[in-house]
């Protein structure tokens, strides 16, 4: 349904390090930059990476991000509460001609 | 930057619905204004873009035929149109702002979201 893959789920205690993956293809993640956006319950999205590995001013650089061929990853590390939300990739399709999203993974702290 | 949209509509099934977004704190011909959609507890789907300056609009194929977008210069505002609606149309629809390189790889995000418009399709 999705055209980038992400994990459903994801979990940690506070303090701890966790990884999200985001799986693409040749036409998205593999020519493009892909950006991750942070969604709270009940609210709008909000960017979190932009051009793969950049944060907007205001997020903190306890979130990192990667990207390696077609696949691209978002880390946070020590994990506080207020990280529980939902997280979703992005990056232009050259085939689609348009933006994908990955199906996003809710994060929730234990 | 502030995108400020149009409230909650109910439609009925072949209805159309129209959201606005209205822009300030910035030039708004100068960025694209894209259309994102949520159903209640799914994903993000990307629907189109539209750049005001041009006028010239992309869009997903699942909502080609069915979605209109345009744009009010003069009043810095952005609409979307969808038609032909379905229950499976009912969602959050947010407009947000693009920030978008043209040349070599393509980087497209949105930093700048609108608070989103309930948009519900019930009999």
């Known amino acids: 349904q999705y055209v980038l893959s992400q994990p459903p789920s994801a979990s940690g205690t506070p303090g701890q390090r966790v990884t999200i993956s985001c799986s693409g293809s040749s036409s998205n993640i593999g020519r493009n930059p892909v950006n991750w956006y942070q969604q709270l319950p009940g609210a709008a999205p909000r960017l979190l990476i932009y051009n793969s590995n950049q944060r907007p001013s205001g997020v903190p650089d306890r979130f990192f991000a990667s990207k390696s061929g077609a696949s691209a990853s978002l880390a946070m590390s020590g994990l506080q509460s207020d990280d529980e939300a939902d997280y979703y990739c992005?990056?232009?399709?050259?085939?689609?001609?348009?933006?994908?999203f990955g199906g996003g993974t809710k994060v929730t702290v234990l | 930057v502030q995108l400020v949209q149009s409230g909650t509509e109910v439609r009925k099934p072949g209805a159309s619905v129209k959201v606005s977004c209205k822009a300030s704190g910035y030039t708004f011909s100068k960025y694209d204004i894209n259309w994102v959609r949520q159903a209640a507890g799914q994903g993000l789907e990307w629907m189109g873009w539209?750049?005001?300056?041009?006028?010239?609009?992309g869009s997903a194929q699942k909502f080609q035929g069915r979605l209109t977008m345009t744009t009010n210069t003069s009043i810095s505002t952005a609409y979307m149109e969808l038609t032909s609606l379905q229950f499976e149309d009912s969602a959050i629809y947010f407009c947000a702002r693009a920030e978008s390189t043209y040349f070599g790889p393509r980087l497209y995000y949105f930093e700048h979201w609108g608070q989103g418009a309930l948009v519900t399709v019930s009999s």
């Open positions: 539209m750049n005001p300056n041009s006028r010239h609009t």
């Open positions: 992005s990056t232009w399709d050259d085939s689609l001609k348009g933006l994908v």
